[in-house]
């Protein structure tokens, strides 16, 4: 029974290794398409990065004034978004209310300014293994599970 038990565990472990695995890959920067690297090299000249692939974007990690920022582009090098790490004092005061409201007492472990081709800014405050999205003014959009 013990021996049984012992491989239902390590079952769900490799199942578990192989779930989270695929979500993202770490890609050395000389398989990506020349196309992205250009393209990062041009929006973040002298900035060097980490990079994932993830449901076929690529995602740069990097240092950018001294603050955790990323950026996902296509196969193509289009850039589709940034995010940039911020302070308590630069989410909107709408957001912050909200948080404060609905999440007494927990510690928001990270926030980010999300800006997207497009123009479109969101906020993301990390709390509780999840996302919480707000639009450009501070209004509550939705939650995402990390």
């Known amino acids: 029974m013990l021996k049984l038990l012992k491989m239902k565990k390590l079952m769900l472990l490799a199942m578990l290794f192989i779930v989270f695995g695929a979500c993202a890959q770490k890609i050395n920067t000389s398989k990506l398409p020349a196309a992205v690297t250009a393209s990062f090299a041009k929006h973040y000249p002298g900035v060097t990065a980490k990079w994932e692939k993830e449901e ?9 004034n ?32 909200y948080i404060k409201a609905h999440y007494k007492g927990i510690t928001v472990k990270e926030l980010a300014k999300i800006t997207k081709t497009n123009g479109e800014v969101n906020y993301e405050a990390e709390i509780k293994g999840k996302d919480l999205i707000f639009d450009a003014a501070g209004k509550f959009l939705k939650e995402v599970k990390e």
Do not use: Q, R, T, Y
């Open 56 to 64: 076929g974007k690529f995602e740069a990690n990097f240092k950018l």
């Open 66 to 97: 001294g603050k955790e920022a990323s950026a996902v582009f296509d196969a193509s090098g289009v850039m589709e978004e940034s995010e940039i790490e911020i302070n308590n004092s630069e989410l909107p005061a709408a957001a912050a209310e």
